[in-house]
């Protein structure tokens, strides 16, 4: 296994395009977040699923947001009617379930400027 | 208030000199800590989880969590170049993470 996978990495696209992304987690994690974090900011939560069950999403996400997990495995991340707002890293991480929360593996992100 | 607060920096220390980054959280029931370090235009890796008070050592890396003051704290002894990057501070609970906004550390040779 070679961590968490995400795709693309780079991807721009015009306002009010459709984009969607996708990762792949580490096999045995069953846990699956989504952050976004721009310049000189830490990452932001946005969502998380346990198996392919989306658990908790932030108010960050509006509703041109939209996440899934089908079967537990990988995800995909879909903004709709994107906006120059939207320009930022999208990063996947994974991590196994636990009371005290192990920390993180994330993916190489997925960098998004909408022009 | 934020919920994970860190001094943005820049902080630059001379190579081999002791490197201290601070970080205060504002939810009195948070779990546990972590350390990740980010290079730029990298994504973040972790380096250190702390879950009780007290120092946790790892090579030249030390944590110190002091959960009265709402406090975690990274030490890294003998600084090199290498170790110049943007350090995040995250803090689990609730069954998700959050991070502050990073501390950029620059060791000079």
């Known amino acids: 296994d070679t961590g968490v996978s995400q795709d693309p990495r780079h991807k721009i696209t015009k306002r009010g395009q459709n984009v969607t992304f996708r990762c792949d987690p580490i096999?045995?994690?069953?846990?699956l977040y989504w952050y976004r974090q721009t310049l000189g900011q830490g990452p932001e939560f946005l969502t998380y699923?346990?198996?392919?069950?989306?658990?908790?999403k932030s108010r960050l996400l509006s509703d041109r947001f939209s996440a899934e997990r089908p079967k537990g495995s990988f995800s995909t991340l879909e903004i709709q009617r994107t906006e120059q707002g939207d320009s930022a890293m999208y990063l996947c991480?994974?991590?196994?379930?636990?009371?005290?929360?192990?920390?993180?593996?994330f993916g190489s992100g997925t960098r998004l400027t909408v022009v | 208030q934020k919920e994970v607060e860190q001094n943005s920096g820049p902080l630059s220390v001379p190579e081999g000199a002791i490197a201290s980054l601070n970080c205060t959280y504002s939810d009195r029931g948070s779990q546990s800590f972590f350390w990740y370090r980010q290079y730029s235009g990298k994504s973040p890796e972790l380096i250190m989880s702390?879950?009780?008070?007290g120092d946790k050592e790892d090579g030249r890396f030390t944590a110190q969590l002091n959960k009265a003051s709402q406090y975690v704290s990274l030490l890294i002894r003998d600084s090199q170049p290498s170790d110049s990057a943007t350090y995040l501070c995250a803090v689990f609970n609730n069954n998700d993470m959050r991070f502050g906004a990073g501390t950029r550390l620059t060791v000079k040779p």
């Open positions: 096999s045995e994690h069953n846990r």
């Open positions: 991480a994974s991590s196994l379930t636990s009371g005290l929360g192990y920390g993180y593996t």
């Open positions: 702390i879950y009780s008070n």
């Open positions: 699923f346990q198996n392919e069950a989306q658990l908790e």
